[in-house]
């Protein structure tokens, strides 16, 4: 008989995040009240790993170090947000369904309230997964184990609110390029932060914080050694919680769907481990913090999307039907924001890549507000890649996306409509603020605001009759070229659907919601703006590049140029303009 699943009760503070009513803005008056909890998940020897699909299910021998349910709530008035940090491998909506109902039984909380998340530790128990697929990522279910984990969650979860005491926010930003790599594409690298979201009580201590980063935690040689352990963000955790006399310290993964920790070189895995979470913990420790900002609008948004159809493939371009892929894996998953003040957490049910995460970010950054991301949580949907890494097979992250190549798309669409009904009525105007345009002489001069979608809008808007001139002159020029009417217009749309088609894939999601509002504000077609913009690469060309930086600016910022060489035939050199693009959440640039 198996033992029972241990949990230890180690209570310190509680967090919680009040939210005002829907639809409600202004803060509500109080003092904001933190706390956090933590309680042991780890599962009796004999419980199956959960991380690599290679065990099947293969059982443990012990424990190396202990897996812990993490909790943090925040609090202002009478409204509460909850966040718990599970070291599993991944939740899904089942898991998050039973903690909830678990932690509502002692106290009252709205489910939009509420964010389960996983470290993705793949050395994590096993077991708790129902779905058909998670089988082989964590072994057969045990209704016992499920049980007794969702417990220790939630166990963590009201400890959590019953622990809150008056308490100020601080907040810090750090950069670790230096100890994150991109597993994926190696040469692809985005700026890389380790972000603190940390609470002090009256007597200057820290209660608990959050901490988010992203990093796959597959250090730990669990392969080998097939024994339970919360790899670095355990680690890490712990180490400071040593630090600040056991206040909770919560890790949140991000976008890391795509990225691992970049160790120094040696072959003793479990001390790379140990050091890699240490060497976290001691920028975390010697950050400098600011106050954080929550003092602004709160609000929580859950919504529950219809999912693209599967497209698993098997191998190639072989791949399972549909109406069978979408009978294992989920068709409908929750997206989830978090409005603190100056901050938006945005949740994603899975792993998304640096690429897709830096994206959402710098989009969501348009609004004024500061992007928190966690992957991981409320559920589990595999990989989202970009639309050209989606048919590189040679990729696991490639192969192991399932909802398609508009998948990406998708979900950075679904997370930036969450972001903005988050806004209040008056940062929604200033995203909406119009466009203005001015005339040096003959050229034109815009002054472009807003998201992606709204400076492409205002720019078709303003310059309607110089687009619709321009589009008439370059299709004018090829029909020109094969003088036979309406073969000649036939020809040309293919051709310039077919370059398209090839362009998509490097087209980055702004770009795309640029074009689409230069289409709606000119009244030119979707169809004829994408044949527009795939013209350039039909043709060889000699544009001149450059991009300048350090020393060679004065400044030390960057300066990128592109001379386009079009066919003055064309008369699209008659046609140029300036364009001042307002970012109000990363830098400025001209175009």
Known sequence: MRRPLPISRGLVFALFFLVPASGAFAAEAGTLRAGAAKSEITPAAGTPLSGYGKLRGKKTRGTHDPLFARSLAFSRGDKTFLITSLDLCLVDEELRAAVLRKIHEKRPLAPENFVLTATHTHSGAGAVGGRFWERFIMGKFEKKVFEALTSAAAESGVAALDAEVPVRAEYAQLRIDDLVENRMIPKL?????????????????????????????????????????????????????????????????????????????????????????????????????????????????????????????????????????????????????????????????????????????????????????????????????????????????????FYGKDMAWFAQKKMLAIADKLLTAEEKAAMEAPGTLEWQGELPVLLLHGSAYHQGFEEGRLMKDKIHSGVDGIFGYFRGQIPVPLVNRLIIRSIGNRAWKKMEPYVSYEEYETIRGLSDGSGVSLGTMKRIHALPELFPALCTNGAYWGKATADGRLIALRNLDWNREMGVHKLAAIKFHDSRGREDFVN
């Open 189 to 401: 690298r985005y700026p890389q932060f380790l972000k603190i979201l940390r609470f002090k009580d009256g007597k200057d201590a820290v209660a608990g914080q959050l901490l988010f980063m992203a990093a796959h935690p597959t250090v730990f040689p669990a392969k080998e050694k097939m024994e339970f352990s919360a790899d670095y963000p355990g680690v890490l955790a712990a180490a400071l919680e040593e630090k600040t006399g056991g206040a909770v310290s919560v890790f949140v993964n991000g976008a890391a769907g795509d990225l691992r920790p970049h160790l120094p070189d040696g072959d003793d895995k479990l001390s790379k481990m140990t050091a890699y979470g240490r060497a976290l913990a001691e920028k975390t420790a010697a950050a400098s913090f600011s106050p954080a900002g929550l003092e602004g609008p709160w609000e929580a948004v859950l919504e529950r999307v219809k999912l693209p159809r599967t497209q698993v493939r098997i191998s190639g371009p072989f791949k399972i039907p549909s109406l069978i892929g979408n009978r294992f894996f989920p068709r409908k998953t929750f997206f989830q924001g978090l409005r603190l003040g100056d901050f938006v957490l945005l949740t994603f049910p899975g792993e998304i890549t640096s690429e897709i995460g830096h994206e959402i970010e710098a989009q969501a950054a348009e609004s004024g507000l500061r992007p928190l991301l966690a992957g991981y949580a409320n559920d589990y949907l595999a990989y989202v890649v970009p639309r050209r890494y989606y048919r590189d097979m040679e990729q696991y992250e490639s192969r192991v996306s």
